[in-house]
């Protein structure tokens, strides 16, 4: 608060008919609109500071309780690795007891052998020469094994000139069936009303015996069995597609 004191124009008494003693007075300036000014300045100033002191409260206050989460949720994630530990440790332990035991059992395994190889060794050159032996009939049975591979073989340079014959005059293609080791075998000119019309079979060549799988039109099993026997014996394939072939012809007619 300020305050300012103008003197008078003249301490002297004023004359008669001159001014009043009320202008005479000094003029004295109080400040209210300033000190008002001033308070309000105050008041804005005080309550931004104090909305700021709540804010910052608030932003603690929510921080202090986003780390007490945090801390609990470590604190919950620790309780739960610690759980984790001890349950590996009780499955560690469970499997240190077994190897034990196992290890013990092996260790009478040990012992158990060591007394069935001293009881072997008094009949082991007993099955060397029963070995020896064994191995000179299997050394007669690949040779005798290779012959046939080699029959087979020869056969098989004259096969592919003979299938070509087959293929012409049976009226047959040969394709693939879409599975390995299978064959697909069409024939046409089977229907006498029909010549376009197809019938075919699968042929299974995976293992050493010939078998049909399938075929359209359907044939009786029994009659397909007969002929892979007779087949089979042979190992004839031309016996196999002259025999479908009939087969066939004879469904179509039925």
Not at 172 to 200: C, M, P, Q, S
Not at 220 to 241: F, H, I, Q, S
Request: hydrophobic share 35%; with cysteine.
């Amino acid at each position: 608060m300020s305050s300012s004191f103008e003197p008078s124009m003249s301490t002297s008494r004023p004359p008669i008919g001159g001014p009043s003693l009320a202008d005479t007075l000094p003029n004295i300036n109080f400040g209210f609109d300033e000190l008002r000014d001033r308070m309000a300045k105050f008041t804005a100033k005080f309550d931004a500071f104090i909305e700021q002191g709540r804010k910052r409260v608030l932003e603690e206050r929510n921080q202090f309780r986003m780390n007490v989460a945090e801390l609990q949720e470590d604190q919950r994630m620790k309780k739960k690795d610690i759980e984790i530990l001890q349950l590996r440790t009780n499955t560690y332990q469970q499997t240190m007891t077994k190897e034990a035991a196992e290890t013990r059992e092996m260790q009478g395994a040990i012992g158990q052998l060591t007394s069935q190889r001293d009881r072997q060794a008094a009949a082991r050159d007993a099955l060397k020469e029963q070995i020896a032996a064994t191995q000179k009939d299997i050394d007669a049975r690949l040779a005798a094994q290779r012959a046939h591979q080699a029959q087979l073989e020869a056969q098989a340079r004259f096969n592919v000139p003979e299938l070509d014959f087959w293929v012409t005059n049976l009226c047959l293609r040969i394709e693939g069936a879409g599975v390995e080791d299978r064959l697909k075998f069409v024939y046409t000119h089977v229907d006498e009303k029909n010549w376009e019309r197809e019938a075919w079979f699968e042929l299974c060549t995976g293992s050493r015996d010939y078998d049909v799988r399938h075929c359209r039109p359907k044939l009786e099993r029994e009659k397909v069995e007969k002929l892979l026997d007779r087949v089979n014996e042979t190992r004839e394939l031309a016996t196999l597609l002259k025999g479908m072939r009939e087969l066939f012809v004879e469904a179509m007619r039925s």
